[in-house]
Each structure stands twice: as structure tokens, then as C-alpha cells.
């Protein structure tokens, strides 16, 4: 089972990461596409209405002074509008003279002003219109009372005739004052009607003979009164019947239609711009000079929007803003419980004692596969716990019970308390010394305490003491032992440890062989090799024979000799040399054991 590094595709952290980026990115995104739509939305509405409080007071004052000759009565309309706006509202000259101010605040002197009040040159931006001259400028067009009067009743003569024929219509004042009568029906209703308004009345003719001298001068005479078509003015402008006074003058300087061509664009604007600056001329005493206009805020003195949260604007916020957060809620949960149900499973398979069935290839998955691992070591530990307590107890049960066996006999006089007998506990009593220190051992090396002293060794010296030291066992057991050693190899080993190991391998070889055969140790640089021609271990049991107390022979007695340790031992004394050993056997031919050191 590897047991590398995670790739970085299935890690937690990764997976975690990409989670919260995501996250974070979506709430940023949201928030930030908040921001922007409410403050585009509330600075739009701030400003639409600054613009049109702008324009108010642009047209409030337009009008003011299409109507006066002075600024003597703004201050009032100013500070009244003030008061209701919540601005700062400033009137002064072209020479930045104060006019009129509706509080006080900081100094406008080289402030940028919101507009200039003309109404003879209006703000066509603020205004929306194409006419730069107010309407309401009629300077000495406008009729007195009694001529107002006089054309009032006759166009409410008008409109009861229109009624009366089934129609209807309205009257509305230009702001000259006179009456001007919209029909709703056929146009033949008002032919129908003989009450008709004059083209002039005498209030009229006089300035408007005046501005078509004035237009003359600057456009030239119409070709017709050049012509002699008409004996003046008067007659001619009461033929022309125009619409408006502007478009009289326009007609008094064009003459009739037949006559000049109004298909010249070019003469026709030179006239109308004859007219606008005749107008302008003639309506200057009239109206007031022009102004420049501030509309500040009170404490700054600035003419920048400010804007504030409305209602609408605020619950936009908190509703967008908790839908967010409700999402970053349920997608953070529903990451987490896929997160988190791997462990709980394992947590489960903890409690249980049971493998956690955990397929993820993340941290999870390493962790379930090492708590497997883990769960695993620790029955197959148990397991060994239980068999070593009952082989331990079987090996000891053994030569104790010998022991017993004969000290009983003695003391009941059934054997002789001789020499013999002696030699017996004793050999007994040796047997238990040997199990004892061979689980000495083990203890040690599984506590990670064994201690091992290596020095430069020669090998030759440690296994001609391991090989003489076996020998009365083997001419006992009528086994041949020899020794081969390539050289005189020296490797870094502890000694005594050493020939603890290759004594064992060497006895378990002289056991496991039978009479007449031969054990066989040779040397080749840092390599030890035991060879035996014994009995040989079946390919299924190799994997077990270093286990404690295992035995291919389950049927042979201690008769044999050996604590069952031995093997065991070299395994862990190998290990502890950071060496490694190594089995090779044929059932019927023997067996070979491979010791590689450092």
C-alpha cells in the first residue's frame, strides 16, 4: 500500500481551498455587484433629483427675470426655496457681486456656478428646449388690461359657437396675454364660426412695427416692400397673419411665400438670427441682467451630488446581502457534511472495532487506511499477545513440570538422588534460563531497548566462536559442521550480538537436520550464510518460521531443545544491525539462512 503524499487534486486542503475561493469569490462578486448597482442607482436618483431641484430653481429665477427689470425682489423667492430644498442657493452679478443669498456658508468666489440666469440666452441643457429666448420675455408686447379684455370676450364668443355646433375646445392665455383658442374637432368647426381674434391690435402693431424695422436693418427689406408691394409695414404684417410674434417678424423680413424662396436654409437662419437678435434688443429693458446661480450645500459649499440610502434602497441591501450569506450557509454546510461523513465513518468503524470503509483519496482516505492498518496490527498483535502467553506458559509448563516430576520422585524415593538425576534438573534448569533470556531479549527489542555496540569485527573470529561453541551438540546429535569463509571480511557489528545470531542459526539447523547430515556456515564479505541439509520448510510456512514459538513440526517435543525464540531473535537482531535475513528452503533437501549486514 503506498503510502506517499496525497495528490494535490484529492487534498483536503485543496478541496477545502477551492471551497472557500469560490466562496469568497461569489460573496465578493455579489457584494461588489451590490455596491455598484445601489450606489449607481441611489447617485442617479440623488442626482436626478438635484437636477431637477436644480432646474426648478433655474426656472423659478428665468422666470422672475423674464418679468422684471431687476433682481430687487429674488431674495424672498430665494430663501423660500432654500428653506424647502435644504440648499444653500446663491444669486451674484457677472462680477461675482452678491445678489442674493439664502444663508450663510463658505465663500463662492471661485466656485464653478450650476448656471447662468439670462432669460434672454437660456441654459438649453437645464432647459431641454431649442429656443434660447424665454417665452415669458414679452417686454412691450404685452397687451394692457382692457385689450386683454376685449380679445377674452371675443374668443369666449368663439368657443360657444364652437360648443354649440357640437364641438369643443379651451382657452388658454399666451404670455403676451392674449387669448389663444384650441378646437378639439374638424377644423371647418371654427371656419363655422364668424367671431374670429385679430391678427393685431393696436398695443401690438406699434412694437411689432418696430422689431420689423429692426430685422430689416439687419436682414435687409423683403423683396416685396422693395418691389413697392406694399405701401409699409403695417399693412403688410396685418396680410401675414402670423402664428406667433416671433414668426411675424420672421414673416415681415421674408415677405410672401411666392415671392421669396423659403427653401434657401442659408437666408432663412441669417433672418431668424436677425430676428432672435432684434428680440433680444427690443426685450433687454425689460428683463433682468443676467446672473450667475449657486446651488451649493449649506456646510461645504460644494455642488457635488450627495446621496444617502432611501428605504427602497437599504432593504435592497439586506435582502441581497442575507441571500448571499444564506447561500454561503447552505453551500458551506452542504460542503461540510460531505466533508465530515468520511469521519464519521471512521469514528463508526472506531467504535465498532470494525474496518472503516472510506474509499476517499484525500487525508481522510490515508487516515481510514492507516486506522485499517492500525486496527489490523493491533488484532494480528492480540492475536500474538494470546499465542505467545499460551506457548510461554506451554514452554515453561514443561521443564517446571519435569523438575517437579523428579524432585517428587526423590522425595518419595522413587529415584535415586544421584548424579544423574542432577545432571537432569540441572539440564532442565538450563532450558529455563535459556527461554527466560531469549524473552529478555524479545522484551528488549520490542521496547526499542536492545542495545547493540558495533565495532569493526572480523567475521572469521565471530563464527569460528559460533561453530565451536555447537559443536558437542552437533557430535551429539551426530550432524557434521564445517565452515567456509572467502577471505578474512571485516564489517561493523556488535560481537557479541553477532555470534548470538549466527549460534542460533546454526542450532536451529543442527535440530531441524538429521543424523548423518551436515550444517554448513560460510562468509563472503558482509553476507553470512547457514546451510543445512535437514528436513526443509514447506513454501507456505516460510513466512512464519520467524514468529515466536512456531514450529513446522507441531508434534515434536522440547525433546529437541530450543525455546522456539530463536529465529525471532535473529530477525530482530538483524534489524537492530540495519542488516536484513533472509530464508530459502526445499522440503527433503534443507534449508539456507542469509544474513546481509551493513
Not at 409699409?232 to 415677405?255: H, N
Not at 485499517?372 to 499465542?387: I, K, L, P, T, V
Not at 564479505?525 to 512456531?550: C, H, M, Q
Amino acid at each position: 500500500m503506498s503510502r506517499g503524499r496525497v495528490p494535490l487534486r484529492h487534498s483536503l486542503v485543496t478541496r477545502l481551498l477551492v471551497t472557500s475561493v469560490l466562496i469568497a469569490i461569489a460573496a465578493t462578486a455579489a457584494t461588489a455587484w451590490l455596491a455598484v448597482s445601489t450606489a449607481t442607482r441611489a447617485i442617479r436618483q440623488e442626482q436626478g433629483r438635484s437636477l431637477t431641484e436644480d432646474k426648478g430653481v433655474y426656472d423659478m429665477l428665468v422666470g422672475y427675470g423674464a418679468t422684471h427689470a431687476d433682481w430687487s425682489g429674488a431674495p424672498a423667492l430665494i430663501r423660500a426655496r432654500s428653506a424647502k430644498l435644504g440648499r444653500r442657493i446663491t444669486l451674484m452679478t457677472a462680477d461675482r457681486v452678491v445678489i442674493a443669498d439664502s444663508g450663510p456658508g463658505p465663500s463662492l468666489a471661485a466656485a464653478r456656478p450650476s448656471a447662468t440666469v439670462d432669460p434672454l440666452n437660456l441654459d438649453l441643457a437645464l432647459t431641454g428646449g431649442t429656443e434660447r429666448i424665454d417665452a415669458r420675455a414679452v417686454g412691450p408686447f404685452r397687451l394692457p388690461a382692457a385689450e386683454r379684455a376685449e380679445l377674452r370676450k371675443v374668443a369666449e364668443d368663439q368657443l360657444s359657437c364652437v360648443r354649440r355646433i357640437g364641438s369643443d375646445g379651451r382657452i388658454t392665455e399666451l404670455p403676451n396675454g392674449r387669448p389663444a383658442l384650441t378646437v378639439t374637432g374638424p377644423d371647418k368647426v371654427i371656419a363655422a364660426c364668424e367671431a374670429k381674434l385679430p391678427a393685431l391690435t393696436r398695443a401690438e402693431a406699434k412694437p411689432l412695427g418696430k422689431l420689423g424695422a429692426l430685422v430689416t436693418r439687419c436682414a435687409g427689406p423683403p423683396p416685396e416692400y422693395q418691389l413697392g408691394v406694399w405701401p409699409d409695414f403695417s399693412t403688410y404684417v396685418q396680410k401675414a397673419e402670423p402664428a406667433d410674434l416671433k414668426d411675424q417678424a420672421v414673416a415681415t423680413a421674408l415677405g410672401p411665400r411666392e415671392l421669396f424662396d423659403l427653401g434657401n436654409k442659408r437666408a432663412t437662419a441669417r433672418i431668424r438670427g436677425c430676428v432672435e437678435k432684434s428680440r433680444r434688443a427690443m426685450l433687454q429693458p425689460y428683463v433682468a441682467p443676467p446672473a450667475l446661480l449657486f446651488v451649493t450645500d449649506p456646510d461645504t459649499g460644494s455642488d457635488q451630488t450627495r446621496f444617502t440610502l432611501s428605504r427602497q434602497n437599504t432593504i435592497r441591501i439586506v435582502t441581497t446581502t442575507g441571500g448571499v450569506l444564506l447561500a454561503t450557509i447552505f453551500i458551506t454546510v452542504l460542503v461540510g457534511r460531505r466533508l465530515i461523513r468520511p469521519l464519521r465513518a471512521l469514528t463508526d468503524a472506531a467504535d465498532r472495532h470494525t474496518p472503516a470503509l472510506v474509499s476517499t483519496q484525500d487525508e481522510i482516505g490515508r487516515l481510514a487506511r492507516a486506522l485499517n492498518d492500525s486496527a489490523e496490527r493491533r488484532d494480528r498483535a492480540e492475536a500474538q499477545r494470546r499465542a505467545m502467553v499460551s506457548d510461554v506458559a506451554h514452554e515453561l509448563r514443561t521443564p517446571l513440570t519435569n523438575i517437579r516430576s523428579w524432585l517428587e520422585a526423590a522425595q518419595d524415593d522413587l529415584a535415586p538422588t544421584d548424579g544423574q538425576l542432577l545432571e537432569l534438573l540441572h539440564e532442565e534448569a538450563v532450558l529455563l534460563q535459556h527461554i527466560i533470556d531469549d524473552l529478555s531479549d524479545l522484551s528488549a527489542a520490542d521496547a526499542g531497548t536492545l542495545r547493540i555496540h558495533p565495532e569493526p569485527t572480523y567475521v572469521r573470529d565471530v563464527l569460528v566462536q559460533a561453530v565451536d561453541s555447537q559443536r558437542a551438540p552437533a557430535h551429539a546429535a551426530g550432524v557434521g559442521l564445517a565452515m567456509e569463509v572467502d577471505g578474512d571480511p571485516v564489517v561493523a557489528a556488535d560481537p557479541v550480538r553477532l555470534r548470538q545470531m549466527v549460534g542460533n542459526l546454526v542450532s536451529n539447523g543442527i535440530r531441524y537436520t538429521p543424523r548423518g547430515g551436515s550444517v554448513t556456515v560460510s562468509a563472503q564479505g558482509s553476507t553470512i550464510t547457514v546451510r543445512d541439509t535437514g528436513v526443509g520448510i514447506a513454501a507456505e510456512n516460510l513466512p512464519k518460521i520467524f514468529d515466536r514459538f512456531w514450529r513446522a513440526d507441531e508434534s515434536r517435543s522440547r525433546a529437541t531443545g530450543g525455546s522456539g525464540l530463536g529465529l525471532a531473535i535473529v530477525r530482530k537482531l538483524a534489524d537492530a544491525h540495519g542488516g536484513t535475513v533472509e530464508v530459502d528452503s526445499t522440503p527433503g533437501s534443507g534449508t539456507t539462512f542469509t544474513v546481509r549486514l551493513p
